[in-house]
């Protein structure tokens, strides 16, 4: 199979009866080493069995790695599965010959369509210096409608011949292209699996740790930079519900964008950024409260102050109320062990913000794959480390 979010894959994953049914399934039939397998061939050849899988196998050892980054999406463990994952698929598509199937809307382009004199220019045919393999590659073999081709090109537009309405794609343009796609269609998958976690089978836990090992041995050198790991908060990078709960807001909305919004969006986005189950508690992860009392609570307590009017001044309880939502019970001296007390609430998902705050969503273009402000924060903190790293940006 040329590609996990082609045709021929949804076909597979609708035969399950969906990503949920098929998630559910494929513990009884693919064993966590063969999928492991797919992470593991970084310095050599791809291994031939990974090559030549059949459909079946391949869909479901891929979708397990999706079921596993759902617990921590934009962590190294993506970078990992991503980058290996769309080698295994890109030299399927290059042994293939021809790009066809996948999840991209490529044609190939008809005789006569580019007009000879543009071909010369283009392909430099009476270049005799040219070997016979730089030929090929200067062939204009696929086109791509230009809507189509825009949403996914970030390259300039001088090296793409563009005519009638269609960019014209050389092979290597049209496998970068497909390799975006890829990535942007892995990101959203991770996004919805995000939500059904914690109803996924012990299975994908499993995976997840073991992914995580191969990822942080990969990536030494810059795991801590990745958005899977407690850091300082870096507020340029906040999603704009956020930053807009941050400038403060009038009397009607002060407890939804303090009280629930900030407090649940700072505290996991400092303390504890890819949850590995939702009913983690605050004492699961720090061993005093300095960073909640040092850190976090006088931002929350200074967006309240900006509010109008202040929300602390009109509402002094509403402090208990931060700590409840941090669980650690209605309080105002809380200890570390109190924390489990009530649950630490996690940040709402956006559709929630739109309904009850609709004045806070003013969405950017960070905000089209994502459904929850921390994950916004996640992937931008992996754009950021992927950019440090020389990965390149994921935009
Ligand atoms: S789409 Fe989500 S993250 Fe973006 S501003 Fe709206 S609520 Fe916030």
Redesign the pocket.
């Known amino acids: 199979m040329l590609d996990p979010f082609g045709e021929e894959a949804k076909r597979i994953v609708r035969e399950f009866g969906g990503i949920e049914a098929l998630l559910e399934r494929i513990p009884r039939y693919v064993g966590i080493d063969i999928v492991l397998e797919r992470v593991k061939q970084w310095e050599g050849e791809i291994p031939e069995r990974i090559l030549n899988m059949t459909p079946h196998e391949d869909v479901m050892s891929f979708y397990a790695l999706l079921g596993a980054l759902a617990f921590s999406p934009y962590g190294a463990e993506m970078e990992l599965v991503k980058r290996t994952n769309a080698r295994i698929y890109r030299e399927r598509i290059k042994r293939s010959g021809e790009i066809t199937g996948i999840s991209i809307p490529l044609k190939k382009i008809e005789k006569g369509e580019i007009p000879d004199r543009d071909r010369i220019i283009l392909e430099k045919p009476r270049h005799e210096e040219i070997t016979e393999e730089e030929r090929e590659k200067l062939k204009l073999k696929y086109k791509m409608s230009l809507p189509s081709f825009l949403r996914l090109w970030e390259g300039s537009l001088k090296s793409v011949y563009i005519r009638k309405g269609n960019a014209y794609l050389r092979e290597e343009q049209a496998l970068e292209l497909w390799e975006k796609a890829f990535e942007r269609n892995l990101e959203r998958s991770v996004n919805l699996l995000y939500e059904l976690r914690d109803e996924l089978p012990p299975y994908y836990s499993e995976l997840h740790e073991k992914l995580g090992e191969i990822a942080r041995k990969y990536f030494k050198e810059r795991i801590g930079g990745f958005s899977g790991e407690a850091q300082p908060l870096r507020f340029e990078l906040f999603?704009?519900?956020i930053k807009n709960a941050l400038a403060g807001v009038p009397a009607g909305l002060r407890n939804y964008a303090i009280t629930v919004l900030l407090t649940s969006f700072l505290s996991y986005a400092r303390i504890c950024p890819n949850p590995p189950r939702k009913d983690v508690r605050i004492k699961d992860c720090i061993s005093d409260l300095s960073v909640i009392e040092k850190e976090i609570l006088p931002i929350i307590i200074e967006a309240g102050n900006r509010c109008k009017p202040p929300l602390f001044e009109d509402q002094p309880h509403e402090i208990k109320n931060i700590w409840y939502h941090l669980g650690f019970g209605l309080t105002d001296k809380p200890r570390l062990e109190d924390s489990g007390n009530s649950t630490w609430y996690f940040p709402p998902n956006?559709d929630k913000?739109?309904a009850n705050a609709p004045q806070l969503?003013?969405?950017d273009s960070h905000?089209r794959p994502?459904k929850n402000?921390l994950t916004?924060y996640l992937r931008r903190l992996y754009i950021e480390s992927r950019k440090a790293g020389g990965g390149g940006d994921n935009e």
Do not use: D, S, V
């Open positions: 999603p704009p519900c956006c913000i739109r969503c003013k969405p905000c994502i402000p916004y």
